[in-house]
């Protein structure tokens, strides 16, 4: 029997984070990912470098791939450096690739990713989520929302 994952995750030290797939998606649900990474990748991510604000996943053969993610080049790299924009295998259950495969090609939903952190024990992971684009009046009516909370919280601060 598999033990139940916990509501959240255990982030210790986030390094990238995408705040604008909150504003332009609906996220449906979301999943943590491993990532298969080089040497000279862990360094970098550790020195609190790169970005996932331009990237996705893709489903392929059977694995998800993080495409378009930006992680430089170590400084201190030799030779074997990495290629900072390559594909990296997102480490998954089989179950949960299947979820997501069957998600994006029947639903037209999208795989993005929302963070980049390192958990408790050292390790690089992957805040992925199964998200649905938002239209514009979506986009307006976030933005309402968001504005409505601060005006609330402005207002009940001076009364009380």
Sequence with gaps: ????????????????????????YHIEE???????LQGTEVKALRAGEGSIAESYAEVKDGEVFLVNA???????????????????????????????????ERKGMTLVPLSVYFNGRGRAKVELALAKGKQAHDKRQ????????????RIIKENS
């Design 142 to 153: 976030t933005i309402k929302d968001r504005d409505w909370k601060r005006d609330k919280a």
């Design 70 to 104: 930006n992680i430089p080049e170590f400084s201190h790299g030799n030779r074997n450096n990495h290629k900072p924009k390559r594909p990296r295998k997102l480490l998954l259950h089989r179950r949960e690739v299947d979820k997501m495969f069957g998600a994006t």
């Design 30 to 36: 979301t999943f943590e990912a491993g990532i298969a």
């Design 1 to 24: 029997m598999a033990r139940p994952k916990p509501a959240t995750f255990d982030k210790q030290k986030i390094v990238a984070e995408n705040r604008k797939a909150r504003f332009n």
